[in-house]
């Protein structure tokens, strides 16, 4: 069943998207499936924790070799109780961190919430849409798709163009010599294409079959 999404007018789009993604949470279990297996929702919770909160872990998310510390700590954290561990994800970043001014937490973590939202909801692996979003929360998925897209698109061989109903196409990346793809589908469901979701994207390919089954292929994402 589709739900649909219409965050207050007051709160804005990054903090809406968190309140919903803990609401989620809270519905659907610390060990419900996600599409970052084989984490399931306790430890994606603790992933944006440790986002967050643990400026000194950080790293780790990025870069290999501090991998298994903050995997460790990270275990640590889901392993706790799970409604602290939602709430914590709910009350935002720290105070000091410049993300607690809405400007900046929607320019920094509406991609991100908007995102893992999805993988929880969608943690079953089945294609295609499980909510609306509000057409305030579709415009700023909109902007932030544009803003990424040439970065999250880069290793694609071939040319990406992305469309949606109703707003002007994006040229994610273009490549020498290569054929282009078009790719339609709403803003919400690009962005997942976009990191990599594009098995649960409900999207349409046109182009060349080598084309598409080539940007199919491609490891995709920031």
């Known amino acids: 069943m589709m739900v649909s999404m ?3 007018a007051d709160v804005h789009v990054a903090r809406a998207e968190r309140l919903a993604l803990c609401d989620t949470f809270l519905a659907v279990g610390p060990d419900a499936p996600t599409l970052c297996s084989p984490w399931r929702t306790r430890d994606l919770a603790a992933h944006l924790v440790v986002r967050e909160r643990r400026p000194d872990l950080a790293p780790g998310i990025f870069v290999p070799f501090l991998a298994a510390r903050t995997e460790r700590e ?3 954290i889901a392993a706790g109780s799970w409604p602290e561990l939602v ?3 709910r009350s935002g970043p720290p105070s000091w961190l410049p993300m607690r001014f809405s400007a900046v937490d929607d320019l920094v973590n509406t991609v991100e919430m908007v995102v893992h939202h999805e993988d929880v909801l969608r943690g079953d692996g089945a294609v295609g849409p499980r909510r609306e979003l509000d057409e305030r929360s579709g415009k700023a998925v909109w902007a ?5 897209a040439p970065l999250a ?3 694609a061989p071939v040319g990406v163009r992305l469309v949606a109903p109703g707003r002007s196409a994006v040229e994610a990346t273009t490549k020498a010599g290569a054929g ?3 790719v339609t589908g709403e803003p919400l469901e690009l962005l997942l ?4 979701r594009h098995q ?3 999207v349409e390919y046109a182009g060349s079959d080598a084309d598409i089954a080539a940007l199919k292929g491609a490891s995709l994402g920031i």
């Open 144 to 148: 932030a798709l544009k803003r990424v």
């Open 87 to 89: 709430e914590t994800v």
């Open 193 to 196: 294409l976009a990191y990599g």
């Open 200 to 202: 649960v994207a409900a």
């Open 153 to 155: 698109f880069r290793k």
């Open 74 to 76: 990270q275990s640590r």
């Open 6 to 8: 219409s965050p207050e």
């Open 180 to 182: 282009v793809v078009t």
